[in-house]
């Protein structure tokens, strides 16, 4: 079961820009453990798009960023395109669950 | 630039056991530094949660999820660079896309190692279903 918890929808038009939270507790990202987030199009893949809490991959643009705070992190993206309408996840590790990766509940982001 | 694809019967029988293959090209299991991942997806329409199922390491270390692990085995083949996934005893609930992975190492400010997957396989269904 997802010990992260995110917001089921986002949306935003071209060119804002929007947040999607990943909310943990005390075991995960609360015990010092860093926030990835992935980029998921339809019927593909999942897309390392943060890791670390705020570093990019090469070849992501500078338009998503990663922070994170007590418990909590958020992904943004600013600028936001046609292209970025996709469900994105955040991931951790849980001490609780022996250091388990886990992942976030999931977040699509709309582009009206 | 690392390429995964995995392959395996797409229906299996309830009780019975799920066997998939992990084949790499462009990189070498062998390499240091790097966990070959199993993670799934149940089917659906969207925001279907990622479940990790787990890693051997290039040390041949192998960790699994907690909630699975009394079923599992993760293996690798070196000779033919691919690494296998086994589940047994298998339910509809097993029922998933599942993907093969590679994490890397990441040792964050904690001095905790958080692996994340920067390279991963297109997927493969899997229908448990007699």
């Known amino acids: 079961q997802s010990v992260l918890t995110q917001p089921p929808s986002v949306s935003g038009a071209p060119g804002q820009r929007v947040t999607i939270s990943c909310t943990g507790s005390s075991s995960n990202i609360g015990a010092g453990y860093d926030v990835h987030w992935y980029q998921q199009l339809p019927g593909t893949a999942p897309k390392l798009l943060i890791y670390g809490n705020n570093n990019r991959p090469s070849g992501v643009p500078d338009r998503f960023s990663g922070s994170k705070s007590g418990t909590s992190a958020s992904l943004a993206i600013t600028g936001l395109q046609a292209a970025d309408e996709a469900d994105y996840y955040c991931q951790s590790s849980d001490s609780s669950l022996s250091g388990n990766c886990v992942f976030g509940t999931g977040t699509k982001v709309t582009v009206l | 630039q690392v390429q995964l694809q995995e392959s395996g019967p797409g229906l299996v029988k309830p009780s019975e056991t799920l066997s998939l293959t992990c084949s790499v090209s462009?990189?070498?299991?062998?390499?240091?530094?790097?966990?070959w991942t199993w993670i799934r997806q149940p089917p659906g329409n969207g925001l279907e949660r990622l479940e990790w199922i787990g890693y051997i390491s290039y040390s041949g270390i192998t960790k699994y999820n907690t909630a699975l692990q009394s079923r599992v085995t993760i293996s690798v083949d070196t000779s033919k660079n691919q690494f296998s996934l086994r589940l047994s005893s298998v339910t509809a609930a097993d029922t998933a896309v599942y993907y093969c992975?590679?994490?890397?190492?990441?040792?964050?400010?904690?001095?905790?190692?958080?692996?994340?997957?920067?390279?991963w396989g297109q997927g493969t269904l899997v229908t448990v279903s007699s």
């Open positions: 992975a590679r994490a890397f190492d990441y040792f964050d400010s904690s001095g905790y190692n958080d692996r994340p997957c920067d390279f």
């Open positions: 462009g990189g070498s299991v062998n390499s240091n530094n790097y966990y």
